[in-house]
Structures are given as structure tokens and as C-alpha cells.
């Protein structure tokens, strides 16, 4: 089997072991390879006790890199749990106003007749779906004999590069948008032993900054415009298919900030689809916040022009308006008919309590995804029957300040410590 990067615009191949992330033209680059294997070979390693196949990346591993397993550095990492069915699911889309709205009968309305599952990237090693593509972006730096690795982050990205930087004996520094990370992210990148810059500016700042610093000092990036990042993420879906017993859902809607999930989302439907895997493609929903929604302005004008902002929202992970991967992600949406939509952080963050409140629970960034469904449905785009995956893409804990600042003022009671106070705070409404 061989490998190659090509441009995803003029074509154009370059090897696989040259240090680039973009063609001469300006245009991002995907890892191609000219076969295949049977999705037989994945079945039969679920059952393996071996690391290399526990590994909800690496038991992909003829699709994703050519590598010796001894170079492979893996936590491991993914196999996580696709849950569905909680009995507080159904009352997700129809509390409130939502009845009238969306048309909801009873209860038990999205177990029974609107199936959704959530897939909970937030249960990888450093806690989000970054270690997927870390996985891989750093066993491609270990392969070419990097000294450094570096990355922007707005706190998973750089609290996963500094997990795996330390296990492969890799030196990281991470560029950090100062002040605008969430305090857990931040604690697991120095933990792992990350140097962090802190730069003036926000997230679009930093990774002007860390781009034109890999360019001068010799340091291996891995933010997802790398594309070994996106061989990694794409097994997101291949698992969720392998849980679904590779028959696919009619939509699988994530969180858009960056871009490198949808990018790497569409890449592995098509390439699932080519290997005859599955028999229909499903339809990708890219959902953003509406203080972070350059990629959903682009969409409304059929990507007729690629819009940049300033972006801001309660939701840190894809606070982000200059999403480096979008070129891909307008091929993703295009390829598998998808829908950008745009969610506001009011919105979100009850979808978030919704989550949370089924024993799940998520980082705010990944409840876009639940507060899709729910503005998609009252839409009349997502219909009765269809089966919905909504990917998680963060712990529940990697920003417990958002958490603290909304959570309902009854759920906190400060009492004497007495039986009859205790009685009085459990009475009260």
C-alpha cells in the first residue's frame, strides 16, 4: 500500500515523509493512499488484547498510516462509548416551547421515532477528540525525527499535544490566546509538561504566530491544517459506524469551530463509501455558534465567499473566526449534502444542561450539536425516523467555570447544620 500527500485544489503529490502542510499553490493538503482493506480486518480486531488494537485509531491503522507499529505513540486512544436511549432523551426535545414547535407526541419521541445517539469523544485519554489526530500527528513526528512540536489552541488541542509530546520524549509549546482559556485545559497542557505561550490576541492570533514560528524555527506543527491530524479524527466516524454495525445513520451533526473535525468527518464518509463499507452516505450537520459562525455565513452564501471574524462565545473551544481548514470542510458539506446551521449560546447551553442532565454531560462547544437537532427538527430538515449521531467532542469537566456560572440557583443551598434546615432546602421549589 502506498501513501502520498495531494493537494486537495491542482492535485499536485508530494511524499509522504516531506515536512509541508500546504501545496506551492496556497492550498491544504490530504493524505491519499491507493487501497483499501476489508472492514472485516477492523471487526476482528475489537475482540484483540493487544494496545495497537484497543486503539479506536490505530485498529484502523492500514487507513490511516503506513508506520511500523513500533513507531506508533498511543495512549491508546478512542473506542469510546456511543450512548443512547436515556430515558431523560426524549424530554430533550420537548421541554419548554419545543412541543408546539417541533410537533412531539410523548416522552419517549426520540428513542422511538427520531433515533439519536451520542458519541462521547470527551472519553479519550486527555478528554476530548484530539487525541485522535495527536495520535497520529505525532507518530508522523516521531517518523521524520522532530525535536519540537507546536500548536494554537483554545485548550483540548494543546492540553492532548502536550500528553503525547511528553509520552514520545518530544519537546511542546503551545500558543495559547491569553486569558481566553478554560482554567482545566490549561492545567492539563502545563501538567504534561507543555511550555504555554500566552499571546495578545485571540485564537486566529496565535496561529498566524505558531505557523510563522514551525516555518522559522524548525518546529513539527500539529494544529489540524497538518493533515495527519485529519487521518487521526476521521476514525471518529469510522467507530461510530463499526457501533452501528456499518449501517449508517442518516445524519451525523458535530461541532464546527476550526473545521478540522468536519473536514476529517466528510473525508471518511467518502472514503467509507468508496470501499464499499456503507451503502448510503449520511448527511453531515456542522453546527456553530452564532458569535462564531464565519463557516455558516460562508454556507448562507453558498460558499461564495469565505467570511472572517472576530469571534466570541461562551463556548472556548470553537470561539474561532478564521477557521484554517475550511476549504475542506466546504468539499465535506458538499459531498455528503450537509447543512451549516448556527446555534446561540443561550441555546447551547440548555442544550449542555439537557446533556449533563442525562448522566452524559459535555463541554458547552459539544451541545452545539443537541441544539442543532433541535433547531434542524423545528425546521422540517431532520424528519420522523431518521437516525441522528451527535458527536461529542469534549469532557464535561474540560470548563467546569461554565458550568458554575449557570447552574440553577436551587441546585446550590447553603444551610445550618441541622435536620430541619435540610428539610427546609429540600421543600423549597
Same mark, same amino acid.
Given at each position: 500500500?502506498?501513501?502520498?500527500?495531494?493537494?486537495i485544489?491542482?492535485e499536485r &503529490?508530494?511524499?509522504?515523509m516531506?515536512?509541508?502542510? !500546504?501545496?506551492?499553490?496556497?492550498d491544504? %493538503?490530504?493524505?491519499?493512499?491507493?487501497s483499501?482493506?476489508?472492514?472485516d480486518?477492523f471487526e476482528a480486531?475489537?475482540?484483540?488484547?493487544?494496545?495497537i488494537d484497543?486503539?479506536?485509531?490505530? &485498529?484502523?491503522?492500514?487507513a490511516?498510516l503506513?508506520v511500523?507499529?513500533t513507531?506508533?505513540?498511543?495512549h491508546?486512544?478512542g473506542?469510546?462509548?456511543?450512548?443512547?436511549r436515556?430515558?431523560?432523551?426524549?424530554?430533550?426535545?420537548?421541554?419548554?416551547?419545543?412541543?408546539?414547535?417541533?410537533?412531539?407526541e410523548?416522552p419517549t419521541?426520540?428513542s422511538?421515532?427520531?433515533?439519536i445517539?451520542?458519541?462521547?469523544?470527551?472519553?479519550?485519554?486527555?478528554?476530548?477528540?484530539?487525541?485522535?489526530?495527536?495520535?497520529?500527528?505525532?507518530?508522523?513526528?516521531k517518523r521524520l525525527g522532530?525535536?519540537?512540536v507546536?500548536?494554537?489552541?483554545t485548550?483540548?488541542?494543546?492540553?492532548s499535544?502536550?500528553?503525547?509530546?511528553?509520552?514520545?520524549?518530544i &519537546?511542546?509549546?503551545?500558543?495559547i490566546?491569553?486569558?481566553?482559556?478554560? !482554567?482545566?485545559?490549561?492545567?492539563?497542557?502545563?501538567?504534561?509538561?507543555?511550555t504555554?505561550?500566552?499571546?495578545?490576541?485571540?485564537f486566529d492570533a496565535a496561529?498566524?504566530l505558531v505557523?510563522?514560528?514551525c516555518?522559522?524555527?524548525g518546529i513539527y506543527?500539529?494544529?489540524?491544517?497538518n493533515?495527519?491530524?485529519i487521518?487521526?479524527q476521521?476514525?471518529i466516524?469510522?467507530?461510530?459506524?463499526?457501533? %452501528?454495525?456499518?449501517?449508517a445513520?442518516d445524519?451525523?451533526v458535530?461541532?464546527?469551530?476550526?473545521l478540522?473535525?468536519?473536514?476529517?468527518?466528510?473525508?471518511a464518509?467518502r472514503?467509507a463509501f468508496d470501499a464499499g463499507?456503507?451503502?448510503t452516505?449520511p448527511?453531515?450537520a456542522?453546527?456553530?455558534?452564532?458569535?462564531?459562525n464565519?463557516f455558516?455565513?460562508?454556507?448562507?452564501d453558498?460558499?461564495?465567499?469565505?467570511?472572517?471574524?472576530?469571534?466570541e462565545?461562551?463556548a472556548s473551544?470553537?470561539r474561532?473566526g478564521?477557521?484554517?481548514?475550511?476549504?475542506?470542510?466546504?468539499t465535506?458539506?458538499?459531498?455528503t449534502?450537509?447543512i451549516?446551521?448556527?446555534?446561540t449560546?443561550?441555546?447551547?447551553?440548555a442544550?449542555k &444542561?439537557?446533556?449533563?442532565e442525562?448522566?452524559?454531560?459535555?463541554?458547552?462547544?459539544?451541545?452545539t450539536t443537541l441544539a442543532?437537532?433541535?433547531?434542524l427538527?423545528?425546521?422540517?430538515i431532520?424528519?420522523d425516523?431518521e437516525?441522528?449521531?451527535c458527536?461529542?467532542?469534549?469532557? %464535561?469537566?474540560?470548563?467546569a467555570?461554565?458550568?458554575?456560572r449557570?447552574?440553577?440557583?436551587?441546585?446550590?443551598i447553603?444551610?445550618d447544620p !441541622?435536620?430541619?434546615a435540610?428539610e427546609?432546602?429540600?421543600?423549597?421549589?
Amino acid at each position: 500500500m502506498s501513501e502520498w500527500l495531494q493537494c486537495i485544489g491542482c492535485e499536485r &503529490r508530494y511524499d509522504v515523509m516531506e515536512i509541508r502542510y !500546504t501545496c506551492d499553490c496556497g492550498d491544504l %493538503l490530504n493524505v491519499e493512499r491507493d487501497s483499501f482493506p476489508n472492514r472485516d480486518v477492523f471487526e476482528a480486531r475489537r475482540t484483540s488484547r493487544r494496545t495497537i488494537d484497543q486503539s479506536g485509531v490505530w &485498529r484502523f491503522r492500514e487507513a490511516v498510516l503506513d508506520v511500523a507499529e513500533t513507531e506508533i505513540v498511543t495512549h491508546p486512544e478512542g473506542a469510546t462509548r456511543m450512548y443512547s436511549r436515556r430515558e431523560n432523551v426524549g424530554r430533550t426535545l420537548q421541554s419548554d416551547d419545543c412541543d408546539q414547535r417541533v410537533g412531539l407526541e410523548s416522552p419517549t419521541y426520540v428513542s422511538s421515532r427520531l433515533p439519536i445517539h451520542f458519541k462521547h469523544e470527551g472519553e479519550n485519554p486527555t478528554g476530548s477528540f484530539k487525541d485522535r489526530g495527536m495520535t497520529v500527528a505525532m507518530t508522523q513526528a516521531k517518523r521524520l525525527g522532530a525535536r519540537g512540536v507546536a500548536c494554537a489552541s483554545t485548550g483540548n488541542t494543546s492540553a492532548s499535544l502536550a500528553a503525547y509530546a511528553a509520552q514520545a520524549g518530544i &519537546r511542546a509549546v503551545v500558543f495559547i490566546p491569553a486569558g481566553k482559556v478554560a !482554567t482545566g485545559k490549561l492545567a492539563q497542557t502545563l501538567a504534561y509538561g507543555a511550555t504555554a505561550l500566552h499571546v495578545r490576541g485571540d485564537f486566529d492570533a496565535a496561529m498566524t504566530l505558531v505557523r510563522e514560528a514551525c516555518d522559522k524555527l524548525g518546529i513539527y506543527l500539529v494544529n489540524s491544517i497538518n493533515p495527519f491530524r485529519i487521518e487521526g479524527q476521521k476514525t471518529i466516524v469510522w467507530e461510530l459506524l463499526q457501533d %452501528l454495525e456499518w449501517n449508517a445513520p442518516d445524519w451525523i451533526v458535530v461541532p464546527a469551530g476550526n473545521l478540522g473535525n468536519t473536514s476529517a468527518f466528510g473525508k471518511a464518509l467518502r472514503e467509507a463509501f468508496d470501499a464499499g463499507w456503507i451503502t448510503t452516505m449520511p448527511r453531515l450537520a456542522s453546527i456553530q455558534a452564532s458569535g462564531a459562525n464565519p463557516f455558516f455565513r460562508s454556507y448562507r452564501d453558498s460558499f461564495a465567499t469565505r467570511h472572517k471574524i472576530t469571534a466570541e462565545t461562551i463556548a472556548s473551544a470553537i470561539r474561532i473566526g478564521d477557521p484554517v481548514s475550511h476549504a475542506k470542510a466546504v468539499t465535506a458539506i458538499q459531498q455528503t449534502n450537509g447543512i451549516v446551521e448556527e446555534v446561540t449560546d443561550d441555546e447551547l447551553m440548555a442544550a449542555k &444542561r439537557e446533556i449533563d442532565e442525562m448522566g452524559i454531560g459535555c463541554e458547552p462547544a459539544s451541545a452545539t450539536t443537541l441544539a442543532g437537532v433541535k433547531k434542524l427538527r423545528a425546521a422540517g430538515i431532520m424528519r420522523d425516523g431518521e437516525r441522528i449521531v451527535c458527536v461529542l467532542t469534549g469532557h %464535561l469537566l474540560k470548563d467546569a467555570d461554565s458550568i458554575l456560572r449557570n447552574v440553577p440557583k436551587e441546585r446550590t443551598i447553603e444551610i445550618d447544620p !441541622t435536620i430541619e434546615a435540610v428539610e427546609r432546602a429540600l421543600d423549597q421549589p
